[in-house]
């Protein structure tokens, strides 16, 4: 079993809908959750992180974080077809420890 | 800043050869990654560098594969000879090392496109 764990879709969904990406993770010792977001042909670019439990909102962005569930979301709000890209999902112990990825979620938004 | 340099951005060899990726990190950082990504097992941590020197490789295929940063401005990744199983995206990334309960952020370069025949 994979220590994170993401549906790598496609998701599809129209314009201005809200988008629900997910990960599970198998190690409660994570204390770090991120976001990715990659689009093609370039590197991953951070797009929010939260520390330990909780949630995050950021623009049109939120990311929330279940610990007694080992799951994380990020929701995309009015999505926009600039929005289409691979969402990875990323975990650390630590902020020195690496950082595990999920496989990454092809997301595209249609006009 | 340009932000993570890598070159080249494309490479097509042929199975045997040795390649050489190169990486410029962001003025500043002092942690270095190198990362590998393909269809099958997502994006890898090979090593990562602190300060020039190499703390963790233990996510370095094998023996074909090795790994420098000989000053805090450059570092390379080997593989020789090559395979076609080596066939992915390789980044680099960079990034600053802050207070302990701060997150330091990776910054990714573009990517190196490897192809081997």
């Known amino acids: 079993q994979k220590e994170v764990e993401q549906d790598p879709g496609p998701l599809s969904v129209p314009e201005g809908a809200i988008v629900s990406l997910n990960c599970t993770y198998s190690?409660?010792?994570?204390?770090?959750f991120m976001w990715y977001r990659q689009y093609s042909r370039k590197g991953p670019e951070l797009l929010m992180y939260t520390y330990s439990s909780g949630n995050k909102e950021d623009g049109r962005f939120t990311a929330q974080v279940d610990k007694s569930s080992k799951y994380i979301s990020l929701f995309i709000r009015d999505s926009q077809p600039s929005d289409s890209a691979t969402y990875l999902c990323a975990m650390k112990y630590s902020s020195a420890s690496k950082i595990i990825f999920g496989s990454g979620t092809r997301l595209s938004i249609r006009p | 800043d340009a932000g993570v340099i890598q070159s080249p951005r494309h490479e097509v060899t042929e199975m045997g050869q040795e390649v050489t990726l190169r990486c410029k990190p962001i003025?500043?950082?002092?942690?270095l990654f190198w990362y590998r990504q393909t269809m099958m097992r997502g994006l890898e941590l090979l090593i990562y560098?602190?300060?020039?020197?190499?703390?963790?490789d233990s996510g370095m295929p094998e023996d074909r594969f090795s790994a420098k940063m000989p000053n805090a401005s450059f570092s390379t990744l080997k593989i020789q000879p090559s395979e076609p199983r080596d066939s992915a995206v390789y980044f680099c990334?960079?990034?600053?090392?802050?207070?302990?309960?701060?997150?330091?952020?990776?910054?990714f370069g573009p990517g190196t496109r490897l192809t081997v025949l």
């Open positions: 560098f602190n300060n020039n020197v190499p703390i963790d």
């Open positions: 190690n409660s010792a994570f204390q770090y």
């Open positions: 003025s500043g950082h002092n942690s």
């Open positions: 990334a960079s990034s600053a090392d802050l207070a302990e309960l701060s997150y330091n952020e990776q910054f």
